[in-house]
């Protein structure tokens, strides 16, 4: 079966940065859609950003210049540099693939932003 596993998280003081990875298996990750959702306390998950299998990428306005999505075909994995963290980018983070149009996700990585 198709599974996510994440990782990367951890404590950063406002103004660090993180990288979050995602390796994929089980199934064609070059023919899978990637994306970073997160969700924090009392908030509904959100989308942080996506790529498609062609590369293509989309961020969600408030990480657009901070964060960076990308993968690696090679490895199975999906990146999420995050850049110049402040306290509302403290979430659990969820990796997501799009796999023969079923949704699949991880178990989620915890980022805490102190400041």
């Known amino acids: 079966q198709v599974q996510l596993v994440e990782s990367g998280g951890g404590l950063v003081q406002a103004g660090g940065s993180l990288r979050l990875s995602c390796t994929v298996s089980g199934t064609i990750f070059a023919l899978t859609d990637m994306g970073w959702y997160r969700q924090a306390p009392g908030k509904q998950r959100e989308l942080v950003a996506s790529i498609t299998r062609r590369g293509t990428t989309n961020y969600a306005d408030s990480m657009k210049g901070r964060f960076t999505i990308s993968r690696d075909v090679a490895v199975n994995t999906v990146y999420l540099q995050m850049n110049s963290l402040n306290s509302e980018d403290t979430a659990v983070y969820y990796c997501?693939?799009?796999?023969?149009?079923?949704?699949?996700w991880g178990q989620g990585t915890q980022v805490t932003v102190s400041s």
């Open positions: 997501n693939a799009v796999s023969w149009g079923k949704n699949y």
